[in-house]
T-cell receptor
Framework: GEDVEQSLFLSVREGDSSVINCTYTDSSSTYLYWYKQEPGAGLQLLTY?????DMKQDQRLTVLLNKKDKHLSLRIADTQTGDSAIYFCAESILGGGKLIFGQGTELSVKP | DTGVSQNPRHKITKRGQNVTFRCDPI?????LYWYRQTLGQGPEFLTYFQNEAQLEKSRLLSDRFSAERPKGSFSTLEIQRTEQGDSAMYLC???????????FGPGTRLTVL
């Protein structure tokens, strides 16, 4: 089946690293995505990783993919108060058009 | 490139009324998607189009919901006989065949009283 799970809350201090975790069940995932949503807004694409990659780095963001364990993580280095938002991981399924989203992780960054 | 746009941004309606939302995708994108997001949840897929063809519909899309994309550009989502359970954020996204990454609009927040 198609299911994506995330922990609901994460709180960090400004300047620390944040790690947001996600697990998925469908082994036919092609791409895995991280989106950011601020209150009342749409989803902003942060980064994505192809399913045959292990890691992708993009400035302060590092994505790690463990395909064997179906585990995806997003690390944000030097977290800032402006990073406070809800972060969603999502998978796309081979042959399909839709994205399957987790329920989102609310990141709170304290000064 | 102005991104995906959606109108209206907010809609308040009374139960039983019909509502229609519009989505304008990124201009060179031929795929268009509709999602629904309720409070505290991730977006849930409703339907998607490739050009003007509607290729997939979720079972969430009851017979009160209809989506169209008549000329393969903008799309409309209509909800007939709205119910309080329809209150949600309705998100539209678009992508191209060359790059499957979906880019989202700001959403239309529907409140059914």
């Amino acid at each position: 089946g198609e299911d994506v799970e995330q922990s609901l809350f994460l709180s960090v201090r400004e300047g620390d690293s944040s790690v947001i975790n996600c697990t998925y069940t469908d082994s036919s995932s092609t791409y895995l995505y991280w989106y950011k949503q601020e209150p009342g807004a749409g989803l902003q694409l942060l980064t994505y990783i192809f399913s045959n990659m292990d890691m992708k780095q993009d400035q302060r963001l590092t994505v790690l993919l463990n395909k064997k364990d179906k585990h995806l993580s997003l690390r944000i280095a030097d977290t800032q108060t402006g990073d406070s938002a809800i972060y969603f991981c999502a998978e796309s399924i081979l042959g399909g058009g839709k994205l399957i989203f987790g329920q989102g992780t609310e990141l709170s960054v304290k000064p | 490139d102005t991104g995906v746009s959606q109108n209206p941004r907010h809609k308040i309606t009374k139960r039983g009324q019909n509502v229609t939302f519009r989505c304008d995708p990124i201009s060179e994108h031929n795929r268009l998607y509709w999602y629904r997001q309720t409070l505290g949840q991730g977006p849930e897929f409703l339907t998607y189009f490739q050009n003007e063809a509607q290729l997939e519909k979720s079972r969430l899309l009851s017979d009160r919901f209809s989506a169209e994309r008549p000329k393969g550009s903008f799309s409309t989502l209509e909800i007939q006989r709205t119910e309080q359970g329809d209150s949600a954020m309705y998100l539209c996204a678009s992508s191209s065949d060359a790059e499957s990454t979906q880019y989202f609009g700001p959403g239309t927040r529907l409140t059914v009283l």
